[in-house]
């Protein structure tokens, strides 16, 4: 089963921040957080993973709270490009398996 | 970035005939893959575990027989759907990460199933 809960769904305006949220509150020590997203009828995406630090990659940056029990996803400026749906998983650093929760279906508007 | 490609992006085929997908890793070695099945309106679901010269690892409720996974080189991996029904239509997608190193699973861009 998938560690983690996001919302069903949110709107952001094109050109904003768009921030997902993550809840894994019984994550362990060696697990990862990964966000990936997927755009109608493709496969998913890589957007960033992280440990416990806050990362930051060209796509989007990751906050992880000092508990590690949460963690969001900030898209800087939106575009329409970006509606997709957006999953978090925890993955053990020492398997490759990526267990999918249900996700949050993030809609940018004009 | 690492690319992953499956191929056919899509297939009809008729009730009762099997049908074979592949997953190529196209510059990278990958000892493990995995295959998920995806409905309309859903999650992707993990359905097996494929390992490079030797048997797939199945997740609890997928049948083996049914859905047959072949891992011979360190690049390709096939899953051949036996005898299908229109209920095994789905959203097959496979992901690979490069054998020893610490990246990022990479997905193939999925194989759309629709058995008539």
């Known amino acids: 089963d998938a560690k983690t809960t996001q919302p069903t769904s949110m709107d952001c305006a094109e050109g904003r921040a768009a921030n997902l949220p993550c809840n894994h509150s019984t994550i362990s020590g060696n697990e990862y957080v990964y966000w990936y997203r997927q755009i109608h009828s493709q496969g998913p995406q890589y957007i960033i993973h992280?440990?416990?630090n806050n990362e930051t990659n060209e796509m989007a940056s990751l906050i992880i709270t000092e508990d590690r029990k949460s963690s969001t996803l900030i898209l800087p400026h939106a575009t329409l490009r970006d509606t997709a749906v957006y999953y978090c998983?925890?993955?053990?650093?020492?398997?490759?398996?990526?267990?999918f929760g249900t996700g949050t279906r993030l809609q940018v508007f004009p | 970035g690492a690319v992953v490609s499956q191929h056919p992006s899509w297939v009809i085929c008729k009730s009762g005939t099997s049908v074979k997908i592949e997953c190529r890793s196209l510059?990278?070695?990958?000892?493990?893959m995995f295959w998920y099945r995806q409905f309309p309106k859903q999650s992707l679901m993990l359905m097996a575990t494929?390992?490079?010269?030797?048997?797939?690892?199945?997740e609890q409720g997928v049948e083996k027989d049914k859905f047959l996974i072949n891992h011979a080189s360190l690049t390709l991996s096939t899953l051949t759907v036996t005898s299908a029904h229109p209920e095994d239509s789905s959203f097959y997608i496979c992901?690979?990460?490069?054998?020893?190193?610490?990246?990022?699973?990479?997905f193939g861009q999925g194989t759309r199933l629709t058995v008539v």
């Open positions: 992280g440990l416990k």
């Open positions: 998983i925890v993955r053990l650093y020492n398997t490759d398996k990526l267990i």
């Open positions: 510059d990278f070695q990958a000892t493990t």
């Open positions: 494929s390992n490079e010269g030797s048997k797939a690892t199945y």
């Open positions: 992901s690979a990460r490069e054998t020893g190193t610490r990246t990022e699973a990479f």
